[in-house]
């Protein structure tokens, strides 16, 4: 499986931006999915995964309520909606791919990655 992140931007606080990862190969339906983050200077934390149907989903203590993590299988694409923007949301945001979704979510944990988009949100 290979992921493409995309959907990154500059953003006022309070405003909103949608995260995209575009998965390649037929076998995106059996990975449960994540998105992490990486602020300067710090290490790479988890933001929210989903399950392979779409039918569970668990988020960071830091985003629940203002983000939601939603996929598509018939185009092998997973969504990170952001709403309420913080500036302390600024990071670069991977998605990441593990076929067990239970347990849990480090980075070190993961079977594949994606590039990271950047999303830096004003004050």
């Known amino acids: 499986v290979q992921l493409q992140a995309s959907g990154g931007g500059l953003v006022q606080a309070g405003g909103s931006l949608r995260l995209s990862c575009a998965a390649s190969g037929r076998t995106f339906s059996r990975y449960a999915m994540g998105w992490f983050r990486q602020a300067p200077g710090k290490e790479r934390e988890f933001v929210a995964r989903?399950?392979?149907?779409?039918?569970?989903?668990y988020y960071a203590d830091s985003v629940k309520g203002r983000f939601t993590i939603s996929r598509d299988n018939a185009k092998n694409t997973v969504y990170l909606q952001m709403n309420s923007l913080k500036p302390e949301d600024t990071a670069v945001y991977y998605c990441a791919a593990r076929l067990n979704y239970a347990g849990n979510w480090v980075s070190g944990g993961m079977d594949y990655w994606g590039k990271g988009t950047q999303v830096t949100v004003s004050s």
């Open positions: 989903i399950s392979w149907s779409g039918g569970n989903t």
